[in-house]
């Protein structure tokens, strides 16, 4: 899924791509995690977005193996 998170009484925390949690914070990307997520994809990673309620907390670098 793009977009997964939960519901508590505090807030609604979500992590999901880029451009699901930038369309759920309805916000600009911040330039310090823009800098990151393209480190990140020129690293053959896939870039994680988290956030709550509206704010952008950070970015996460998911890096599968793959098996043989």
Do not use: H, N, W
Not at 13 to 41: E, H, M, N, W
């Amino acid at each position: 899924t793009k977009l997964s998170g939960v519901d508590l009484k505090e807030g609604k925390y979500r992590k999901g791509s880029v451009d699901a949690i930038l369309s759920f914070c309805q916000k600009p990307l911040p330039s310090d995690l823009s800098y990151s997520v393209q480190r990140i994809c020129e690293r053959g990673g896939t870039p994680l977005l988290v956030a709550s309620q509206s704010q952008i907390l950070g970015v996460i670098f998911l890096k599968d193996k793959i098996k043989f």
